[in-house]
């Protein structure tokens, strides 16, 4: 893992948003972590030219990205024909993206991996020849096979492994189930590459399950989506390839230090997705540990902390806990710290300040709870519980209306009669076209923030 100087880093800041107030008694301590990078100097995923050279280009300097795109050959994807042709178009296009300098393979994934391009165990360096060699490459992409997206994984595991690049990524795309390996190959596959490599996941057409590759994107730290319309395969790829190209630090990790007593109930991201990261922790030293958050450009997240603090008496106060964005030392050395924030416990006996709930933990508790609903509504609704079907999509439109989450009320719309959307009454749609109930699960943790 690199240390990087701070006119190469970008600039974090870490902003904490919480009522520290608790009553008499009083344990649990809820705080929103907002953690915001700004001037990276990133290229917006722009190609690089010789106007405006590459950092990845400079001579002697390692490259600043390795990119390895892994594209479903299997035999579904001949059904229909112009599925496979878009699949190449769109990888094309993404080429088209990659910033002269950084580094890139093509898979072509079947029940077995090939490196297409540029073959050999290797990766390839961009510039203008490589994109045409790769692009003309794309022609040996065809269609016959079964589905193991694990070996895919591995392939993509040691291409990466052989770049010195700190921002290592993957793009994954599947139009089927993973049906010709074991669950436990695949999740050994995300075990090993969790540490090693981002990946972004996409699904084409509804042939493939959702809870597969949105777990895919969640155990590598990337994107899930949906793109039920193969024609839009290419403007989903360079969307994604140009996110990729905008990563500046990689590896960077929430450390969150607490004091004897104290105990992390959970950590989660809620914005600009939901993503679970109490198990994920790694411990750092006495009474700290390190939750993953991957590679980061100009952007900011929202990170949701709740602590148990020990008992105390009015008046008492206490520092909870200590967030800290950290970049570890590749010798097990110091971090380099990027940011801090500290979440404070004070007791009162005040009843309007420790009954006070802080808007932005309102706002992302009804934001998680809405994710887990959605999920759990789709799921009675495809067990025949239509009854917790209705409760649960109803207790979705509620939350999403009350959010101004209009994205997600959209979806819902798709699958539910809304009645009353301040109150949850809704009816189930008696026929949901398959894309719109797969569109929904895929994009159900995608919040919004807080409106100001």
């Not at 991996?113 to 490459?137: C, E, I, M």
């Not at 993953?292 to 603090?309: A, F, I, L, M, N």
Request: aromatic share 4%.
């Amino acid at each position: 893992m690199a240390v990087f100087s701070k006119s190469q880093v970008p600039q974090f800041s870490v902003e904490v948003y919480q009522n520290e107030y608790l009553p008499e008694g009083g344990r649990e301590v809820n705080a929103i972590v907002t953690v915001t990078s700004t001037g990276g100097g990133t290229s917006g995923g722009a190609p690089l030219t010789s106007a405006s050279p590459s950092p990845s280009a400079i001579p002697g300097q390692p490259p600043t990205a390795a990119v390895v795109i892994m594209v479903d050959c299997s035999g579904s994807m001949d059904y229909p024909p112009t599925k496979m042709r878009n699949a190449r178009d769109a990888t094309a296009a993404a080429i088209d993206v990659l910033r002269d300098g950084v580094e890139f393979a093509v898979i072509s994934g079947t029940h077995l991996a090939n490196d297409v391009f540029p073959g050999g165990g290797r990766l390839a360096v961009a510039d203008a020849s490589t994109r045409a060699q790769a692009k003309d490459s794309l022609r040996r992409l065809s269609a016959g096979g079964g589905t193991a997206i694990g070996t895919w994984l591995r392939l993509a595991d040691r291409l990466l492994a052989t770049s010195e690049s700190g921002i290592r990524h993957g793009i994954l795309l599947t139009d089927g189930r993973n049906e010709h390996e074991s669950p436990e190959d695949l999740k050994a596959a995300l075990d090993t590459g969790a540490s090693r490599f981002t990946c972004d996941a996409r699904g084409v057409g509804t042939d493939w399950e959702v809870k597969e590759v949105t777990g895919i994107a969640s155990a590598l730290l990337g994107t899930a989506d949906i793109v039920a319309n193969p024609s839009e395969l290419a403007a989903d790829f360079t969307g994604m390839m140009e996110n990729a190209m905008g990563k500046e630090v990689a590896d960077v990790a929430l450390r969150l230090w607490t004091p004897v007593g104290v105990e992390i109930k959970f950590v989660k991201q809620v914005a600009p997705t939901v993503e679970e990261l109490t198990g994920r922790r790694t411990e750092a030293g006495p009474r700290a540990g390190d939750y993953p958050t991957g590679s980061w450009g100009d952007e900011s997240r929202d990170y949701h902390v709740c602590v148990q603090v020990p008992e105390a008496g009015i008046g008492q106060e206490m520092l909870a806990a200590r967030a800290s964005l950290i970049i570890p030392a590749a010798d097990g050395g110091a971090p380099q710290v990027l940011s801090q924030g500290l979440i404070r416990a004070v007791w009162t006996d005040d009843m309007v300040a420790s009954t006070s709930i802080n808007p932005q933990v309102a706002h992302y508790t009804g934001q998680a709870e809405l994710a887990q609903v959605i999920q759990q509504g789709l799921d009675d609704r495809k067990s025949g519980n239509f009854d917790g079907a209705t409760a649960k999509l109803g207790r979705a439109v509620q939350l999403a209306a009350a959010s101004g989450n209009e994205d997600t009320a959209k979806l819902l719309s798709k699958v539910v009669d809304g009645v009353d959307a301040a109150t949850g009454t809704v009816r189930l749609k008696a026929k949901v076209a398959e894309a719109d109930e797969m569109t929904l699960e895929t994009r159900s943790t995608k919040t919004v923030r807080v409106k100001k």
